[in-house]
């Protein structure tokens, strides 16, 4: 069965070296997330990329594989992904947070019972 709704999708774009309280920054949002209920959270490591300091981080053969980017997916209602924004106020100092609209399609959810 497939089930379709509108949803946000929150995507924090920050470096995979920033830490909180000594574990990955993207660790801890996560799991806050989860705490959160949030319907589900995914980390995604960028290959390349750069940012405001305009220097090309990369994980070619040939360069160290330092300060690649990350970018933690979030994606639920409306309202509670408006209502987890204040935990990143607290834990992003450098990085770039977007909230979007997205349709979802979740495949294999069960009937609700009648």
Do not use: C, N
């Not at 209502?83 to 069960?110: K, N, Q, S």
């Amino acid at each position: 069965m497939k089930v379709f709704g509108s949803a946000s999708r929150l995507t924090i774009f920050v470096s995979e070296d920033k830490t909180w309280q000594h574990k990955p920054l993207f660790t801890e949002i996560v799991h806050r997330a989860h705490t959160a209920g949030l319907a589900g959270a995914s980390v995604f490591r960028g290959i390349e990329g750069f940012g405001a300091s305009s220097h090309i981080h990369t994980a070619r053969l040939l360069s160290l594989a330092e300060d690649l980017p990350v970018a933690i997916v979030i994606i639920d209602t409306p309202e509670k992904i408006q209502a987890f924004l204040p935990h990143l106020d607290e834990l992003v100092e450098e990085g770039v947070v977007t909230v979007d609209p997205v349709e979802v399609i979740r495949y294999g959810a069960e009937e609700e019972s009648q």
